[in-house]
């Protein structure tokens, strides 16, 4: 048996040398009576450094400070490549750590949109938030900001269209009616009231 962990090891640590050289990690993996112990450099794993510029870009947003919110946003959102753990088999613990990331990652997004409506960029943002209209089809919140950022254009009749289709996909998929929040949102486009930002920023996932 002793033997074998050490093959592992073996290998493991080989592993690290050739594929983490870059990363700070190729001797990351220690002889630690009566075993073995990982020691990560602070500032080498990507779901650290997304956290942490997620956090500074809600700091900055609630201060007011959008240009820097959005800078720091984007950054944190830049580190994602793929779904979390998307080559992994994991148990349940590490499963609930995926779901947080995955949640973390939607506010992350919504935050960022809420700067570029802030900052004025409706027409910029339109493009952006049809992707995520589609990603999440069930998702009110990216609908209602597409209706906002449309109307904003002055697109009022693509702004309905949005809350049309919305309305079809809930009531296809769950049963369900739109929530009364994007319903009035789409009685002020149909009278033409002044333009409005959907609704206040996203509340972030719990730890």
């Not at 962990?5 to 690290?16: D, E, N, P």
């Not at 080498?44 to 510029?53: A, G, K, P, V, Y």
């Not at 309305?167 to 009616?177: M, N, P, T």
């Amino acid at each position: 048996m002793s033997t074998t962990l050490q093959t592992y090891i073996y290998q493991l640590r080989k592993a690290f040398r050739g594929e983490l050289s870059e990363s700070g990690l190729s001797h990351a993996l220690v002889t630690s009576a009566p075993g073995y112990k990982l020691r990560i450099p602070q500032g080498t794993i990507d779901s650290d450094n997304f956290e942490l510029l997620a956090r500074e870009g809600r700091q900055s947003f609630e201060s007011g400070r959008y240009d820097e919110a959005h800078g720091r946003l984007e950054k944190a959102l830049a580190l994602w490549k793929g779904n979390v753990l998307e080559n992994v088999r994991p148990g349940r613990r590490i499963q609930s750590y995926a779901v947080r990331l995955d949640e973390l990652r939607i506010f992350t997004i919504q935050l960022k949109v809420s700067c570029e409506m802030r900052m004025g960029r409706n027409r910029e943002t339109v493009s952006e938030l049809r992707t995520l209209t589609e990603y999440h089809p069930l998702n009110e919140w990216f609908h209602g900001q597409l209706m906002s950022a449309l109307a904003g254009a002055g697109r009022r009749g693509e702004a309905l269209d949005v809350y049309q289709r919305l309305r079809s996909r809930l009531d296809d998929e769950l049963g369900l009616e739109p929530s009364l929040e994007v319903k009035r949102f789409q009685a002020e486009i149909l009278r033409g009231e002044q333009w409005r930002e959907f609704d206040q920023p996203p509340v972030p996932p719990s730890a």
